[in-house]
């Protein structure tokens, strides 16, 4: 285990390289920079020698490869640099936005949760039933809607028509976070109930499950100790890509709702080209979803004796 753990750890050296390498040459290939288009959106125009010295405080007059490897020895040092915006240090910003993003994605797996596992293991208990029927047909209406039409009809509805919640975000607590937690949990609960119900379904046409009725077994204890123990790795991998994008932020969903998490961050870095922020969101997402992984795989372990790790016998 601690081998392969190792293992694993070390691939996320090259891992980072590369997208860090390719990320840093894909922003220079935009045709745009941080000097032109703060220019543009306040609209003052600027010589081509102004541009040019502010060019030059930025570091952008430099080789790529100067930049990049400036700002990997920088990195290696601590040190993000400092957003071509805001003039403040990247990390600081950047960390300062993790807790709003946490809260969403902690409130949102937890409402996803709830509602898909119940809602997936009861349709496939009443397989092509009503019951069946009814929840397969929210799923299909729920998943046709794009995030940002259910935010807008959210909004309309809890927050204009029932004046419940705040249209917008006014800071980090339980009430600005419940229209946005609630759209991510309506798109992901429709999508994983189907899957839930699948793996359920598979786990319910195996022998064990008949041998288990024949001595007598009560089917709600099959249900809950061996159905769903072993259903677990499927619902397990579901949940935890859903964890590695909503660690990323939410970009659509953040910037209607003006959460002040790290999607909205990387969508105001990415419109001003401050390239010191998108290479911290890069590094970001990088490190989250190679940490996900084999948080997953290491899960599985435990969930499912059959699986090995290290190339052993599945």
Known sequence: MRSYVCKRLFQ???????????SFGMMR????????????????????????QARAELGLDRPFLVQYLTWLWN??????GISYISGRAVLPTFLSKLPATLLLTVVSIGLTVV?????????????NRFTDDVIRFCSFLGNSLPNFFVALLLMYVLAIRWNLLPVI????NGRSVAMPALTLAIAMSTKYLRQVRAAVLDELSKEYVLGAKARGVHFSVTLIRSVLRSSMVTILTLLT?????????????????????????????????????????V????????????????????????????????
């Open 12 to 22: 996320l050296i090259p891992l980072l390289l590369v997208i860090t390498f390719l």
């Open 29 to 52: 290939i935009a045709g745009s920079d941080a000097v032109l288009q703060k220019m543009e959106n306040t609209g003052v125009v600027l010589s081509q020698d102004v541009m040019d």
């Open 75 to 80: 990195l290696l040092h601590g040190d993000m």
């Open 115 to 127: 509602v898909s596992v119940p809602l997936g293991v009861l349709a496939a208990v009443k397989q």
């Open 169 to 172: 975000s006014d800071g980090v």
């Open 241 to 281: 890509l859903s964890i590695g994008s909503l660690l990323g932020g939410t970009a659509i969903v953040e910037s209607i709702f003006l959460w002040d998490g790290v999607g909205k961050l990387a969508v105001d870095a990415i419109q001003m080209r401050d390239y010191p922020m998108i290479q911290a969101y």
């Open 283 to 314: 590094m970001w997402m990088a490190i989250i979803y190679v940490v996900i992984n084999l948080v997953t795989d290491l899960s599985y372990r435990l969930l499912d004796p059959r699986i090995r790790l290290g190339g052993m016998e599945l």
